[in-house]
């Protein structure tokens, strides 16, 4: 364990995967992949690779769970049984289940909840790769597929973590920083709005630490933004161009 804190950052300043701390891993976003599904998305961030499909909104079984004046959302974040390196148990874990209400409850403010009472949205998010950082990449490509859906939304939300390693505070956690660094710190965040949706922390930061990592946090979630929009007007485009 000590070995690894020592390696985590070079005398060079660069991070194990030769990033230097207030770099993003390489991302790639794609929206519009399922055909079956009324919204869709995919994310490459690093080595997750995740895929998020909406349906809805739909009238709500069994209707007593129904809401008057709003929609009802309900998100399912789920790692496939190869996702990691020792197999993982197809059942729901205790820490899917707790997941699946972090994203829930990151994508709602940016939805138009009371425009559809008395439905449900269901957004189904599988992780077929993970290498850290999951449940941010699952908030940005979940709000993509929303949009893909064409749900009314204030705004989409991208996420990204920032943390600490070896006393540095870094950006976009890889699976071996979050495990062996000091903190963890993920947001997610509507640029348009500039409204947090998620903080959460998992460790020890001092304040000025605490600041700095939550700016370098939004500062990432702003540069995942543009991605996102720009993979939304890619899909548009290559249908105009389809249809020419």
Request: proline share 5%; charged share 30%; net charge negative.
């Amino acid at each position: 364990m000590s070995q690894k804190t020592e390696t985590l950052i070079d005398k060079n300043g660069l991070r194990i995967d030769g990033r230097r701390p207030d770099e993003l891993r390489p991302i790639k976003v794609e929206v519009g992949v399922l055909s079956n599904a009324d919204g869709s998305a995919y994310i490459e961030q690093g080595k997750n690779k995740i895929l998020a499909a909406v349906y809805g909104p739909k009238e709500l079984h069994p209707k007593h769970l129904a809401l008057p004046d709003r929609m009802v959302l309900r998100c399912r974040y789920h790692m496939a049984p190869f996702s990691v390196q020792e197999r993982k148990s197809p059942a729901p874990s205790r820490r899917e289940i707790e997941l699946s209400k972090v994203v829930r409850e990151a994508l709602e403010p940016a939805i138009f909840m009371e425009y559809y009472p008395r439905t449900a949205i269901d957004v189904f998010i599988e992780v077929l790769q993970a290498d850290g950082g999951t449940r941010c990449a699952s908030i940005t490509v979940a709000s993509l597929a929303l949009a893909d859906a064409g749900i009314p939304m204030r705004d989409l939300v991208a996420a990204c973590s920032a943390g600490k390693v070896d006393d540095t505070i870094v950006l976009d956690l890889m699976d071996t920083e979050d495990k062996v660094g000091s903190a963890d710190l993920p947001v997610a965040y509507m640029p348009n709005l500039g409204v947090v949706t998620l903080l959460q922390m998992d460790g020890i930061l001092t304040l000025e630490e605490f600041e700095k990592a939550v700016n370098l946090a939004i500062d990432g979630c702003k540069r995942i933004y543009a991605m996102q929009k720009e993979a939304l007007r890619a899909k548009y485009v290559s249908i105009k161009e389809s249809e020419e």
